[in-house]
């Protein structure tokens, strides 16, 4: 980084619903198997229009349609709780400089301080609001992963951002955790052969170490159609892309052919189980093709 970051806070505070909310969720089958964890991520923009003030009342009016995020998690009942002490916490800071002086940005210890950060007990949802001098602006989210998936938090960000520029704000989301009720008695349908329980212990997996690089690549519409001409049968394109660059990656590791690699992507399971697209919650699955590499380069 070009140069060391000063970053100063002004103020904190806890944005609660513009009207009150009492509320208990339910955590669904799929938030229960999802990690507790805090996803985090900052937004760049180089010449904001909002205020603080505008950005935080949005906010307040975003969280009457999505009041999950303000709540507080109860272990015990496995649910979300929202009452009158529930809010948001979020925090203001100005940053020293210009943004053009940290440019480019990297991920890494030297980013945590644009992180909101609190000491209250799991949150689950936090903010931070970074103004540099030249008037950039760094928005700083983290989500507890255990309330909602990828979808549901983008559905979550552009309704804010309606309330901040003032357009009609739709659609609103579904919170309705019956969409998901298990069945009583359950009634499974379908095998699960890939799934192997076993009660041998398993090596440790092993990751790649080092600094990580984001490469951008652009196939073309022509590349991506002869890729599918090759399957002989009808895939989506995010299915041949996937296998292509599995196969390449298997490649450049020099992998033995029996060596058992595998794929993770997350899978969208709103459309598959005929729940609406403006379900709020977890819905997104792992999925883990696997396959041995000389089959794979067949």
Known sequence: MAATMEVKHLASSLIKPETPVQLEVPLNIFDRSTADLHISALIVYNTPTASNVQIKLALAKALVHYPILAGKLSFESLSVIVDGDSGVPVTETEVEGNLDDYLP???????????????????LFLVQLNRFSCGAFILGLCTNHIIADGQAMSSFYTTWSQFVTGREVKPLPILDQSLLKPRDPPTPQFPHEEIEFSTLQRDKPTFLEGPMENVR???THDFIHKLKERTGFRHSTFECLLSHLWKKVCIAWGLDGEVVSHAVFSVNGRPRLGIPPEYFGNLSLLAFPASTVKELLQ
């Open 217 to 219: 690549v652009h196939y």
């Open 105 to 123: 940005l990297k991920g890494g210890p030297d980013l945590l301080p644009l992180h909101p950060y609190t000491e209250e007990t799991n949150p």
